[in-house]
């Protein structure tokens, strides 16, 4: 069935660095993945997402990646900073008359100061 | 535009008993989904409507059943509860795949304890 899986479940880094998260997904008629930012007690809100006909979006210091051969998309933050810490979700949907978000498992992400 | 609201926010039941929540989407949105999530099962999907009908389903027991009325509105209820639906249980709102938008908007979610 849809699945989608998402690497690492908890990052630790130094404010500063650079951050990846990792996610696949088994349904190869996916075609839209946003990503979702969810501080704690508040309301899931989306960062970013990307479309299928498209490899890779940037908003600042934000990117996302897409690989549909590999079915695999990736998070990366860049220069991170202590309002960064959240947790991360991950999503996959089809591009169809349903709005079905299937959700990876979610990454913690701390940021250092 | 005001943002998705929910009530209520909190709600304490017992097993057994059944549970109405309540949505209110965006201004113009006609899509509401439904998630629920929880620290062992992450966010997932219950059901989704659209202009009153159910447009898809989750992997959830038919106790978990919703509606959506014409102005979008939507509620979703849950009956003979059980300890396992504690959680928190998050409504989305979304406008039509074709203003190229397919954002979904959560609202700050209702979180269900059951004793």
């Known amino acids: 069935g849809e699945n989608v899986e998402q690497h690492p479940s908890t990052l630790s880094v130094q404010e500063g660095d650079s951050a990846v998260i990792k996610c696949t997904y088994s349904?190869?008629?996916?075609?839209?993945f946003p990503w979702y930012k969810q501080e704690l007690g508040k309301r899931p809100q989306l960062i970013i997402d990307i479309r299928s006909n498209v490899g890779e979006k940037k908003d600042q210091r934000i990117a996302v990646t897409l690989n549909k051969t590999a079915k695999h998309f990736s998070l990366h933050i860049t220069e991170t900073q202590p309002e960064d810490s959240a947790v991360y979700f991950c999503?996959?949907?089809?591009?169809?008359?349903?709005?079905?978000?299937?959700f990876g498992s979610g990454t913690r992400l701390l940021v250092r100061p | 535009k005001a943002g998705v609201t929910q009530t209520p926010r909190y709600l304490i039941k017992t097993r057994g008993q059944q549970v109405t929540l309540s949505c209110s989407p965006i201004s113009g949105h006609r899509s509401v989904s439904w998630y629920q999530q929880t620290p062992g099962q992450g966010l997932q999907f219950l059901f989704e409507?659209?202009?009153?009908?159910?447009?898809n389903k989750g992997n959830f027991p038919g106790r978990f059943s919703g509606r959506q009325f014409s102005n979008s509105r939507s509620e979703m209820n849950v009956s003979t509860l059980e300890l396992g639906d504690s959680a928190l249980y998050l409504c989305?709102?979304?406008?039509?795949?074709?203003?190229?938008?397919?954002?979904?908007?959560f609202g700050p979610g209702t979180r269900l304890t059951v004793l």
């Open positions: 409507y659209f202009s009153e009908t159910q447009r």
């Open positions: 349904d190869s008629a996916s075609n839209y």
């Open positions: 999503a996959a949907s089809r591009m169809d008359s349903s709005y079905k978000l299937i």
């Open positions: 989305a709102s979304s406008s039509a795949w074709t203003s190229g938008s397919p954002e979904q908007f």
